[in-house]
């Protein structure tokens, strides 16, 4: 049998293959290209191997098949059956079978600790560095307040709730990271992370990690200019409240829940992109009311330790599927892959390059998460499944709560959905946006949004449900509350998930 790049060769007919764990390895960079240029197949990713599964058959079913274009790449009698197995099973995604991580590139490329575990040397030259950005010159683009400023106020360049989000937010960090090593003395420092898993670290707590005071009015350039940020000094909620945020938010659920997705997914569809950014959005609510705003949580320091954390946990992922590389992370996609490859959707303004630039790690991490799907786990569970499969119900099924279109762009910010039995908030999520949605180009791409909440039954059997939408600091009749029929009478979608038998 010939071998692959990605895997190991199928040397004998799998009856239930599924695309993570056998299909995907079944396209070599050669076979993807031929098939690309012969007739626009897409053999890269799952959707498109999917898509083309009856002309994939075609080409490679002898004596006529053309597809791989070589004689040592052609299939063998085992291979095409366990790929006619994939199709009669239903096209399964199946788990990604867990991978060592990738060897150490070479020349060494930076590595990131865990703040709590930095050396006091290493510590100093941390703190030398951020004090050395806060000193400079606002205006000079390399001065801590240029450098936040670019993902709320004044620039708004974030790419948020879309597919860019974690590939721009990767190489935001490295050109703040690069900042930090244009200090003198401190030409070899890294970014640490903080893991949201433990306690807010006693480093961040003390200066100059604690706060910011806003040297300029970061809203006198935005365009148009915004009032209300100038004097202005970063605000955090206190370590307990911030640990029982995590808690409440559901941030660590919604982090292994991303971490067990076999495909990437979209911010509003699933896999792991919508898991990721829901535990990055909670994540944000959790720590405070600077974090909880979208204009301005840049210059709180803690957003550097908590998005080097998001790479973290993103490189984990990666790592797991094998997906650190281009055409490894191509295999992991679904449908919309056009935001990976399209020539205009694929740029991270303002830095020059294009996603596929920071697929490949831009750093490593002195840990990564390695976790390994868990049988019956919730998030192995779906609210849909393709009919070709066998499923069951479970008498301990978990509930899926969906609240429905929810018009962001008539929300003035960040905001709240908490779902109430009897009364009593059950379970509530933070949805992380602008002030003014309306003038951000991603939310006014993708307007209207859904909020999943997943639970036992047994919080809400035989109780009586509602649904709450409140904006933090929101001064409206009735407090922080938010009519539902100003946030487009959102409809709610329950249903029991199921598991495959």
């Keep these: 049998m010939p071998t692959t790049e990605n895997g190991p060769p199928v040397e004998q007919v799998v009856a239930a293959p599924t695309y993570m764990a056998d299909i995907r390895f079944f396209f070599r960079p050669q076979d993807v290209e031929h098939m690309a240029a012969k007739g626009g197949i897409e053999l890269g990713t799952y959707e498109g191997v999917k898509e083309n599964a009856l002309a994939i058959v075609a080409h490679t079913t002898p004596p006529n098949g053309d597809m791989p274009p070589d004689a040592e790449g052609k299939w063998s009698a085992e291979r095409l059956q366990t790929f006619r197995n994939w199709i009669i099973n239903g096209y399964p995604v199946g788990a990604a079978t867990p991978v060592e991580p990738p060897p150490a590139a070479q020349p060494p490329i930076r590595l990131r600790k865990d703040i709590t575990t930095l050396s006091d040397a290493e510590f100093d030259k941390l703190t030398a560095a951020f004090n050395g950005l806060m000193a400079r010159d606002p205006g000079d683009p390399n001065s801590y307040f240029a450098l936040a400023g670019q993902h709320g106020l004044p620039k708004k360049k974030c790419a948020h709730l879309e597919d860019r989000f974690n590939p721009w937010h990767r190489k935001y960090l490295r050109v703040f990271e690069d900042a930090l090593r244009s200090v003198p003395g401190c030409e070899e420092v890294t970014l640490p992370y903080w893991d949201i898993a433990t306690a807010l670290p006693v480093r961040l707590q003390n200066p100059p990690l604690d706060k910011y005071v806003l040297p300029a009015d970061p809203g006198a350039a935005a365009h148009p200019p915004v009032t209300g940020f100038f004097p202005y000094t970063t605000e955090r909620f206190p370590a307990a409240d911030i640990a029982r945020n995590v808690t409440e938010f559901g941030v660590l659920v919604q982090v292994t829940t991303s971490l067990n ?90 830095f020059g390059v294009t996603v596929d630039q920071v697929i490949e790690p831009q750093a490593s991490y002195d840990r990564l998460e390695l976790v390994s799907p868990v049988e019956g786990a919730m998030e192995n569970l779906t609210g849909n499944i393709d009919a070709a499969r066998t499923f069951a119900f479970r008498s301990d099924s978990p509930v899926s709560v969906r609240v429905k279109g929810i018009d962001r762009l008539n929300i003035p910010g960040s905001f709240i959905v908490s779902l109430l039995a009897d009364g009593e908030p059950v379970a509530k999520q933070f949805f992380f946006q602008s002030d003014e949605p309306r003038t951000c180009e991603g939310c006014v791409n993708h307007g209207l949004v859904n909020i999943d909440f997943r639970m036992s039954q047994q919080k809400l059997l035989d109780r009586t449900l509602t649904v709450r939408i409140d904006v933090p600091g929101h001064t409206g009749e009735i407090g922080t509350a938010f009519p539902l029929s100003r946030a487009g009478n959102p409809t709610i979608n329950a249903r029991l998930l199921v598991q495959e038998a």
């Excluded at 919508?274 to 009311?289: E, L, R, T, V, Y």
């Excluded at 399209?342 to 991270?348: F, I, Y």
């Design 261 to 350: 997705q076999s495909l990437w997914g979209s911010f509003n569809v699933g896999g792991y992109q919508k898991f990721s950014i829901q535990a990055h959005d909670n994540g944000h609510g959790s720590i405070g009311p600077t974090m909880g705003n979208q204009r301005v949580s840049a210059f709180d320091p803690v957003f550097w330790f908590f998005h080097c954390n998001i790479d973290r946990l993103w490189l984990s992922w990666q790592t797991r599927v094998g997906a650190t590389t281009i055409a490894g992370f191509k295999t992991t996609l679904g449908e919309g892959a056009g935001w990976f490859t399209g020539p205009l959707r694929n740029q991270l303004d303002p």
